[in-house]
């Protein structure tokens, strides 16, 4: 083989124009090969995440070349299920499906073993949760402007639930609290059945819950739903206004899932996942998973994620020091 430099030069572009040809998949697929991928949630089985999880799994696994295993790691706002994704190599065989509670959990619990925005590689954000604002129908409040009004005329006096301290239904409501100056009681339950049971009997009056939990109890009557968080009208809910919408204007709040990696991974290996997971997305059975969580998709890649999470750690440690919302 000739060594002269002109014609290292004409080989090294002959290699590179090969590269460009290879499918996506084939120049970051993660090694070895004939090892399944662990997608690892950190929530419940049966949890908004775990089905959205498990709906992409079948399309990101045939596009990866490798069987998807969904594995649940419950315990800690996620803690340690986020623990096992950033400790894990860097090879792309563990991954995670993680939620809004990952930038919570650094403001509620003393010690978390791991940098929330360092120690992960973002690769894309997927979909947000739309939150509904809902009451008890014997509350004398048939919109936010009538809640308001109620909620000022006898500070303390109202009660919302949530599904716990520091949880993305607290901090919902209390950056309505934030935004409107009006003076509520918290009520923290253990998860969102007991809240929504209380919510329908009365013992609490207002939540931010997820539209997919409640719409049966709106579309019969038991609950009222006053607005959703979001900067949008819900799918779900088309007649229900934003609360932008109903009079407070700089509203806008919603949970979010996420596909992370420990830090570090290579980048084509990145772009190559974000590609992959986009289009396992797309899937029946992922279209189906999204429409029953009552979900809003969104398409943010490796380049925008990064600075998602950054302004999402500084909404939420505000709106968590607001609370004064602790767990240890």
């Known amino acids: 083989m000739n060594t002269q430099p002109g014609h290292r030069r004409h080989f090294a572009c002959l290699a590179a124009a090969a590269m460009l040809v290879l499918p996506l998949g084939a120049m970051a697929q993660p090694a070895p090969s004939d090892k399944p991928v662990r997608l690892v949630v950190p929530l419940a089985a049966g949890s908004t995440v775990d089905a959205v999880a498990r709906a992409v799994a079948p399309g990101f696994g045939r596009a990866t070349g490798h069987p998807v295993v969904v594995e649940n790691i419950v315990g800690a706002g996620g803690i340690p299920g986020t623990t096992q994704v950033v400790k894990a190599p860097k090879d792309g065989l563990t991954l995670g499906m993680i939620s809004s509670n990952h930038v919570i959990n650094p403001g509620i619990y003393k010690s978390v073993p791991y940098d929330s925005l360092k120690d992960i590689t973002p690769i894309a954000v997927l979909a947000t949760v739309p939150l509904v604002l809902v009451v008890n129908p014997a509350l004398p409040a048939k919109n ?9 005329a006898k500070p303390g006096t109202l009660n919302f639930g949530s599904a716990g301290n520091g949880s993305t239904l607290h901090l919902a409501g209390e950056l309505l609290v934030s935004e409107t100056g009006i003076d509520m009681k918290h009520v ?39 607005a959703v968080s979001t900067q949008k009208r819900a799918a779900a809910l088309p007649d229900v206004p934003t609360l932008a919408e109903a009079g407070v204007p700089k509203y806008g709040f919603d949970a979010w899932i996420a596909l992370v990696g420990p830090a570090g991974l290579p980048k084509p290996m990145v772009d190559s996942y974000a590609s992959m997971i986009r289009a396992a997305m797309a899937s029946p059975e992922a279209n189906t998973a999204i429409a029953g969580q009552g979900l809003s998709v969104l398409d943010i890649g490796p380049e925008a994620a990064p600075g998602f999470f950054q302004g999402e750690m500084v909404k939420h440690q505000k709106l968590v020091k607001q609370s004064g919302a602790t767990l240890d």
Do not use: H, N
């Not at 209380?198 to 013992?203: K, P």
């Open 144 to 152: 936010v402007a009538e809640l308001l009004a109620l909620a000022k």
């Open 188 to 226: 923290p339950y253990r998860g969102t059945g007991p809240l929504i049971t209380d919510l329908i009997g009365g013992q609490v009056q207002l939540a931010f819950v997820s539209i997919s939990q409640v719409a049966p109890q709106v579309k019969a009557g038991t609950l009222r739903a006053l």
